[in-house]
């Protein structure tokens, strides 16, 4: 089967292929392409020189593995999958299926000959018994859904046209969202598969897992959050919007429901930060989607508000690079993001569709940008403006700056 290669992620992963103490986890929302990646490293290792008797590749929600759900019939089935000698590589697809496989894999771990990959659903991997009971022997890569670049390989991949005009592909990519196998339909079809993973996600990665008793409460939850995706919220005005439209709710059960739809990676919150104080703000923040896809497959509505649409996409492509993303607030003054990595590295980004309406939409956006005094980079990103060059601050066009792959 040929496989689209995600080469940001797997140049991530590359450095630990043949690491025996680390285990390798692959999370990301549902149907964003996780168990391809692990495929694709899976063929990279046996493309290396690996004999194929040294690869064990077990997907457990496939046809004939779906009845191992005990600890002892992974380690048998493991044991009995490879005799090689050496290192093996042994790769665990929808491992959560398993109850308690974390002491199993932590078993094979310990003996020091097998590089261990897994996936599986988020709101296990990610519920803290992994980190409890692997002792923080795992090493944890998360995935987004395809990148406007990504999405232009994949359409190429799958031989349909790709234009030259990167700010018509890149409005297509708002409304097509960047789920890998979205992109095999078309329409209604496109539609109807999104909301079927949707359905997925609640079946799979929530019902399983957490007691919901009202349904309907919950899905009403869900859909204000994806409706109002990049809006300032609190739980305190979540609740007051959801009391005016009839929906009566507590509050630790918003804050329950909200939860589950973060540990789900269906939305992923984003904090707001003082830059004079140096503190986080509580209170309030803002929600994206883990891909727009949620908000236009289930929305008539097919216009496209660029402030909160661009703010995503940025949002979600900085993460991809690995920074960490908040929004900064400057006295009475907004910076859209600020992005640090590795504690140290920093950048502020503000984001708008033009600047090229007005000399006052133009001083709004360069504003917060100004009045950071530090000497960390600062970039304007809008859609598709002629590029200025204003006191240090970096412009550029999203799609080009994220079809050539850039940093911050």
Do not use: W
């Not at 990103?381 to 700056?401: C, E, K, M, P, V």
Request: glycine share 6%; hydrophobic share 35%.
């Amino acid at each position: 089967m040929r496989l689209y290669r995600r080469e940001d992620y797997l140049k991530k992963i590359r450095g630990f292929y043949h690491d025996t103490d680390l285990i390798k986890v692959i999370t990301g929302v549902r149907r964003c392409g996780k168990s391809c990646l692990m495929e694709t490293i899976a063929k990279e290792i046996k493309e290396s020189g690996i004999p194929e008797s040294n690869i064990i590749y077990l997907k457990l929600d496939k046809r004939g593995l779906r009845s191992i759900k005990t600890t002892d019939q992974l380690d048998g089935l493991i044991e009995k999958s490879c005799k090689a000698s050496g290192v093996k590589y042994l790769f665990i697809d929808e491992v959560q299926n398993v109850k308690g496989f974390e002491e199993v894999i932590n078993g094979y771990r310990e003996e020091e000959e097998y590089s261990i990959f897994i996936t599986g659903s988020n709101s296990y991997l990610l519920s803290g018994e992994l980190a409890t009971k692997l002792t923080g022997r795992y090493l944890e890569f998360e995935m987004q859904t395809l990148s406007f670049k990504e999405y232009l390989g994949m359409k190429a991949f799958l031989g349909k046209p790709v234009g030259t005009d990167l700010t018509v592909e890149f409005d297509q990519y708002i409304l097509d969202g960047g789920f890998p196998k979205a992109l095999q339909y078309e329409g209604e079809y496109k539609e109807a598969y999104i909301k079927g993973v949707i359905q997925e996600i609640f079946n799979k990665d929530i019902k399983k897992r957490v007691t919901i008793r009202k349904k309907s409460m919950f899905e009403t939850v869900q859909r204000y959050i994806i409706n109002n995706f990049g809006a300032t919220m609190s739980l305190t005005n979540i609740l007051d919007d959801l009391c005016k439209n009839g929906c009566r709710i507590r509050r630790e059960t918003l804050f329950r429901y909200i939860q589950i739809l973060e540990d789900a990676k269906i939305i992923c919150p984003c904090n707001r930060f003082d830059l004079k104080s140096r503190k986080s703000i509580s209170g309030e923040q803002k929600y994206y989607l883990a891909d727009l896809g949620f908000y236009y497959a289930t929305n008539a509505d097919k216009r496209i508000n660029f402030g909160p649409v661009l703010e995503n996409i940025v949002f979600n492509y900085a993460r991809s690079k690995g920074y960490d993303v908040s929004v900064g607030r400057i006295g009475k003054l907004e910076c859209d993001f600020i992005m640090s990595k590795n504690r140290f590295d920093y950048a502020y980004v503000q984001v708008s569709m033009t600047i090229m309406t007005s000399r006052e939409t133009e001083e709004r956006e360069y504003k917060p940008l100004e009045s950071i005094k530090d000497n960390y980079p600062k970039y304007l990103l809008t859609r598709n403006d002629l590029i200025q060059h204003r006191n240090g601050i970096l412009h550029f066009n999203i799609a080009s700056f994220m079809n050539e792959n850039k940093e911050f």
